[in-house]
């Protein structure tokens, strides 16, 4: 009943083209940023905001990035956290060896290096395809992460090669406070989030889809292909690139490349697989599901179960519940929980008049 | 009867608010009279064999002092268990959850996990909560002029290595025999392996012996091409600093290519039964450092069994490896935060202590020879004495081999090379702190 | 050159090594498409489970026919619950579902025998061969060339399997083609069932050596890292392969440790498979003995 579209007329081209048609879902996500940036950070608490909003969005980023090069231009990589690794280390680099270098560049700097690893790393998707891309982008994910262990430059020759990210500043304002941090993180996101929807809607986009459907058949239609795959490799680097500044600058303050591990890289994967291939609001929604699950299962476990099960019974009761319940949504949902949600939205048109 | 039933519902409505209001100031009162300690713990995973000894030792000796004591000074001990799968991001969402737990937040923070301990150095100094990282860490915190929030207790990697040059130079008949000798150090090729090199490098120097790094790649499960460069080689000593699954693989490969285990010395973290069982006989020989040791007959282990496990209230599921090398350092862990909440009640009163003040406890810990003797822990762990500058404490390190079947000592209580151990650890901690603007505090006018 | 040879010699042995646990890759993808990723985790709980039934009292045999029993169950179970429900997804989703089926067989593996890491022995010992040693100054270990003798016999068994058998050329037919196999009446959900109770098998077998080599814990599941670039090098469907390409990413990964390594400060065999593999890919994109893959629009 509150969710129709009957009498919107849409008048002009430009109406015709926004990102969303529909008035209701355009307050709605007027709503949500608004709710997102004013409630939320006078409203949590500190915890929420430092040990889950912050994460969440830092991976919902990430998982954005290879969303663009899994979900729509059809290319598996497990390498995603060797390219947040390289976004880490230039931003900090750059903060370091240029002098008055402005943070927001120094991310930016961070997701463009990223970028042209990405690139090197994509050639080869040019020849191999499916899981023997996969396994390739491996390389990349163990060869990363041992340059950043072997050559001391780019961790300033500390001793154990972490790096500790710089202060963070911003004409003069100094993002210390958790809701401070929140912030910036959220205007990152949101800003390329934006950008990511737009590009997925333009012709750079539907190449993109082309080549995923069925790469053949794009070339012949005339897309250009190499061309289409780096472009993808490299915006999926660059989000991968500035997600792994902001984890570095924003979350954890001090990184080592191991941190950057395989893991992690499967982790941000299943976001992707579990929030659902080929949408922007999938990254997110498998983000949430992928950060939070693991932490309700912990303080389930602790908090209720604690006296009644061995100790290690119950840790690893956690990781049997975890896998499994990712397996359920595999089976139930194999389209992600943005598939869900699109149900919902089709349920809502006809709600509560279904006729 | 009209009466009746007013009066027994202002009779049941007295009772029912003397019973809150009972119940409320007991609650209070309880929880006035707890000391919350969080505990970020890994129980799955690669390292979960480790882990479970480890935590169960740490839980072990505080349920003891509960049972037997009635807890530290009256106040009873309460931790809460935080799964970190020894993963940063993990680690640092359990610290934030546990931060605010207990009557007065989560009094001091052990991640057990390097690289959950770089992830917190700066929001520990933020939230004022003391984090002590024994055996492992970032060695320069140990200038606790720069770190004041972060204690390395008792050795850290590079005392640990000096050492284990004065242990070799000890086997060799003096540390001038060193001289002309070769030394492999086989590290783990990570942040970890890492710590021990420099220094390393300096002991090179000042005793003339050349030293050869082979590096190994995580997880370290194949090791062949370094033990024929080994073989290739052929060292006088080597130093093997792994960690996980990299140890027995290398005790193995050291038998297939049939170098002497007696010639190798492990780090601590290759020192425990979890590191030599998997590798069978060809652990036999194997000397390792400790900064506590290993065996079950010593009476702060017997009291644990007495006031716990006679309770059936032990931790371990396992209860024949309870005094195993992990479960002892629990334990080590286990008494140096006891001892810190008895220090700072010393001066701020039997009740539940703030972070702040736990902090104060720690700084002014101080386990001497006799303290040691009333813990029942003569023996089992070195003296510590924590001051304003020195968060280290200690810096010896006891050598352990393995038989075959269980760990014997072999050392006394081994000195570090103190000098040039601290030396680094200035330098290195000045350098951190011109990188974060911190001014040093001046120690002479800490209280 | 004496020290070139023994090098070789100890990369192609471990290579053998490399070859068992990328057996057990092949055998699931070539009969249902399946990139498993839980092989690692099964490994890992085939050794745990013999370890455990042995420590149970169980004689040699006797664990071995129950960790043998408890594979087959998982195999089974995996096909019943994980695969059949997710039937005609795409590739990607099998994947992903195999990782999440590698955190439960963990969870369940060390849940229910404990995180306790245990020796193995298999009565090999892992030490070099003496008379070889004397008389050319090469040193092999017995353990190794026991290790390539158990693969040499595990091959030849699955060839006899899949060449000789009814089962086997009805996995074969399934292999190639679902559809026409389904048509002509082979039963494909007990072929699958067979195929992840024979890929239960050869974890057996890879844990065991595995384990005899380097101990009975957590650290088995990273065995599947290593037989990964051997995969690609070899093609995800050819048993000869698994075994080619083990041998080769071995030998290559050995010789550039030992002679490339001192130049840019070792370690690098965590990487230097995967970009060999990677680098031979580029001339040849479906593997040594993959079979080529035809586009049609």
Request: proline fraction near 4%.
């Amino acid at each position: 009943m509150f969710y129709r579209e009957a009498g919107q007329f849409k008048t002009t081209y430009a109406a015709d083209q926004q990102i969303f048609p529909i008035r209701q879902d355009r307050l709605g996500m007027l709503l949500l940023l608004a709710v997102a940036f004013f409630f939320v950070p006078a409203l949590l608490s500190e915890y929420w905001l430092k040990a889950i909003l912050i994460p969440f969005l830092i991976f919902s980023l990430a998982a954005l990035g290879l969303n663009i090069l899994t979900g729509y231009a059809g290319q598996l990589s497990l390498g995603s956290a060797a390219f947040m690794a390289v976004g880490a280390f230039a931003s900090y680099n750059f903060m370091l060896r240029i002098d008055g270098m402005p943070i927001l560049l120094a991310f930016i700097g961070g997701g463009v290096a990223a970028a042209l690893v990405g690139i090197a790393f994509g050639l080869p998707s040019l020849r191999i395809k499916g899981f023997y891309l996969a396994v390739a982008t491996l390389a990349a994910q163990f060869f990363i992460v041992w340059l950043l262990t072997k050559v001391g430059w780019f961790s300033d020759y500390s001793s154990s090669g972490v790096i500790t990210a710089q202060d963070m500043e911003i004409l003069g304002y100094r993002f210390v406070s958790p809701e401070a941090k929140y912030l910036l993180v959220l205007s990152i996101v949101v800003v390329l989030a934006l950008l990511a929807k737009n590009m997925v809607r333009s012709s750079v986009g539907r190449a993109w889809m082309a080549v995923r459907d069925m790469d053949v058949a794009a070339e012949v239609i005339g897309i250009r292909i190499m061309h289409t795959k780096l472009l993808a490799f490299a915006v999926s680097s660059f989000y991968c690139g500035v997600a792994g500044a902001l984890y570095a600058f924003a979350y954890l303050g001090t990184v080592e490349p191991e941190g950057f591990s395989l893991d992690l890289s499967f982790k941000i994967l299943f976001m992707v697989i579990i929030g659902g291939v080929g949408s922007i609001a999938g990254a997110f929604l498998g983000a949430a599901f992928i950060v939070l699950l693991p932490i309700a299962l912990d303080v389930v476990v602790q908090q209720w179960l604690s006296g009644l099960l061995a100790p290690s019974v119950s840790s690893n009761l956690q990781l049997i519940v975890f896998g499994g319940l990712i397996i359920f949504f595999l089976i139930v949902e194999p389209h992600g929980l943005a598939r869900l949600w699109q149900i919902g939205k089709e349920k809502l048109r006809l709600w509560p008049f279904p006729h | 009867m009209k009466n009746v039933i007013p009066l027994k519902k202002t009779l049941a409505a007295a009772v029912f608010s003397v019973a809150a209001l009972s119940a409320a100031v007991g609650d209070a009162f309880a929880q006035a009279k707890e000391q919350f300690i969080g505990l970020p713990s890994y129980r799955v995973g690669a390292y979960a064999a480790g882990g479970s000894g480890l935590y169960g030792g740490w839980i072990d000796y505080m349920a003891m002092i509960n049972e037997r004591d009635g807890g530290v000074g009256g106040v009873k001990l309460t931790w809460e268990e935080c799964e970190t799968e020894y993963n940063n991001a993990r680690g640092v969402e359990c610290y934030e959850r546990l931060k605010k737990k207990g009557s007065t937040g989560n009094s001091v923070f052990q991640p057990v996990s390097t690289g959950i301990t770089y992830s917190l150095l700066d929001k520990v100094v933020a939230d004022k909560i003391p984090m002590v990282t024994i055996g492992y860490g970032r060695t320069d915190a140990a200038d606790g002029r720069v770190f004041p929030w972060v204690f390395p207790m008792i050795t850290t990697y590079w005392s640990q290595a000096t050492t284990m040059v004065k242990y070799i130079g000890a086997k060799e008949g003096g540390i001038d025999k060193l001289k002309g000798k070769k030394i492999v150090y086989l590290y783990h090729d990570s942040a970890f392996g890492k710590e021990g090199l420099t220094v390393l490098e300096k002991q090179a120097q000042k005793y003339g012996f050349s030293l050869v790094l082979l590096p190994v790649a995580h997880p370290g499960n194949e090791q062949q091409s370094q033990w024929l460069r080994i073989r290739q080689e052929k060292p006088d000593w080597v130093i093997l600093w792994g960690w996980g699954v990299m140890n027995p693989t290398a005790l193995k490969a050291a038998a297939k290519t049939g170098y002497p285990r007696e010639k190798m010395v492990g780090v601590w973290w290759a020192g425990a039964e979890e590191d030599t069982v998997p590798a069978g006989d060809a652990a036999k020989g194997f000397t390792a450092a400790g900064f506590s040791v290993a065996g079950p007959n010593y009476p702060v282990i017997k009291a644990i069994q007495d006031n716990v496990y006679k309770k059936n209230k032990g931790n371990m599921e396992d209860k024949t490896r309870v005094g195993s090398v992990n479960y002892n350092r629990g334990v080590v862990h286990g008494i140096i935060t006891v001892e810190a909440i008895r220090t700072a009640q010393a001066k701020f009163g039997k009740k539940p202590l703030s972070g702040d003040e736990m902090r104060w406890g720690f700084e002014h810990l101080d386990i001497d020879a006799k303290r040691l003797k009333d813990l029942g822990a003569e023996g089992f762990m070195p003296n510590l004495k924590i001051t304003c500058a020195d968060h280290e404490g200690s810096g010896l390190v006891k050598y352990q081999q393995w038989d075959g079947k269980q760990w014997k000592i072999v050392s006394d209580w081994i000195e570090p090379d103190r000098e040039m151990v601290r030396g680094m650890i200035e330098e290195s901690a000045a350098k951190y702190a011109k990188e974060k603007g911190i001014t040093p505090r001046d120690c002479a006018k800490e209280g | 050159m004496q020290f070139f040879i023994e090098v070789l010699l100890g990369g192609l042995l471990s290579g053998v090594m490399y070859s068992f646990v990328a057996l057990g890759f092949v055998l699931i993808y070539k009969a249902s498409g399946v990139f498993n990723f839980a092989q690692g985790a099964m490994v890992f709980a085939a050794a745990l489970s013999f370890v455990g039934f042995q420590n149970l009292g169980l004689s040699f045999p006797l664990a071995l026919l129950a960790a043998f029993t408890t594979m087959v169950a998982l195999g089974i179970l995996t096909e019943r619950v994980v695969l059949r429900p997710l039937v005609n997804q795409p590739p990607i989703t099998l994947f992903m579902a195999t990782i999440g089926l590698s955190y439960v067989i963990e969870g369940l593996a060390q849940g229910f025998w404990g995180a306790n890491v245990r020796g193995l022995e298999l009565g090999v010992d892992d030490v070099p061969v003496q008379w070889l040693m004397d008389s050319t100054g090469i040193g092999v270990s017995s353990f190794d060339l026991f290790g390539a003798g158990v693969a040499a016999v595990l091959v030849a068994l699955l060839a006899l399997f899949f060449q000789y058998t009814r089962i086997g050329r009805a996995l074969r037919a399934v292999a190639d083609d679902h559809q026409a196999a389904l048509s002509i009446g082979i039963p494909l959900q007990t072929i699958w069932r067979i195929v992840w109770a024979v890929a239960g098998f050869v974890a057996l077998v890879a844990g065991l050596i595995w384990g005899a080599r380097n101990g009975v814990s957590f650290s088995l599941t990273f065995t599947a890292l290593k037989a990964l670039p051997v995969l690609i090098l070899g093609g995800f469907t050819s048993i000869p392969g698994a075994i080619v390409g083990g041998l080769i990413i071995g030998s290559t990964e050995k010789l550039a440790e030992v002679y490339l390594g001192e130049y840019v400060g070792g370690g690098i065999d965590s990487w230097f498979p995967y970009m060999m593999a990677l680098t031979f890919l580029l001339i040849r994109p479906e593997g040594l003995f993959g079979e080529k893959h035809i586009d049609r629009v």
